[in-house]
């Protein structure tokens, strides 16, 4: 397997992840376990897709993206799994926080390098944006994490279909 097939299945996990994300956005599953089980695979879906979205940019995103692809993979490293308390605070939202920190300081790498296309990055900051703003109204309350987990989600897939169409681009050319 050579470096454009492997870039291109990353950006396939991104897209499977990030569609996947914004499905349990809605509260369409009730079953527990299930409901754990699919986490755990968009996790590992959006651990391989930034791996190689970030590896595909490493070159232009300097300090701050490479901190910032660190801490993301730290943080989806520490919410995979069940819900737990072993160390007395909720590691899922601790880690979800951090990703979506991670994700900002990736946003801003992302658009100070004059990467495109921005879209990405831009709904990886629209998350943490609509989670705020709708978080401040009882009445929009409920909506803050559906609304986040949709640009979330979504800004994986613009990132994963990124990264796929110009892996299979280069795959075709060679």
């Given at each position: 397997?050579?470096t454009t097939q492997l870039f291109t299945l990353s950006g396939f996990a991104a897209i499977a992840g990030g569609l996947l994300r914004i499905t349990v956005?809605?509260?369409?599953?009730?079953?527990?376990?299930?409901?754990?089980?699919?986490?755990?695979?968009?996790?590992?879906?959006?651990?391989?897709?930034?791996?190689?979205?970030?590896?595909?940019?490493?070159?232009?995103?300097?300090?701050?993206?490479?901190?910032?692809?660190?801490?993301?993979?730290?943080?989806?490293?520490?919410?995979?799994?069940?819900?737990?308390?072993?160390?007395?605070?909720?590691?899922?939202?601790?880690?979800?926080?951090?990703?979506?920190?991670?994700?900002?300081?990736?946003?801003?790498?992302?658009?100070?390098?004059?990467?495109?296309?921005?879209?990405?990055?831009?709904?990886?900051?629209?998350?943490?944006?609509?989670?705020?703003?709708?978080?401040?109204?009882?009445?929009?309350?409920?909506?803050?994490?559906?609304?986040?987990?949709?640009?979330?989600?979504?800004?994986?897939?613009?990132?994963?279909?990124?990264?796929?169409?110009?892996?299979?681009?280069?795959?075709?050319?060679?």
């Amino acid at each position: 397997m050579n470096t454009t097939q492997l870039f291109t299945l990353s950006g396939f996990a991104a897209i499977a992840g990030g569609l996947l994300r914004i499905t349990v956005a809605f509260p369409v599953i009730s079953d527990e376990i299930t409901l754990q089980w699919l986490y755990t695979g968009i996790d590992v879906l959006l651990t391989f897709g930034i791996i190689g979205i970030y590896l595909d940019r490493a070159a232009r995103l300097r300090i701050l993206g490479f901190a910032s692809f660190v801490i993301a993979l730290a943080a989806l490293s520490f919410i995979g799994g069940p819900d737990a308390d072993p160390f007395g605070f909720s590691t899922y939202e601790q880690g979800a926080v951090t990703l979506t920190i991670a994700l900002v300081g990736l946003s801003i790498a992302w658009i100070s390098a004059g990467e495109r296309p921005i879209f990405a990055p831009v709904c990886w900051f629209a998350s943490v944006v609509a989670a705020g703003a709708l978080g401040l109204s009882p009445a929009t309350e409920p909506y803050g994490f559906m609304v986040a987990g949709i640009l979330f989600g979504l800004g994986f897939v613009l990132a994963g279909y990124d990264l796929a169409r110009r892996g299979s681009v280069a795959a075709g050319d060679a």
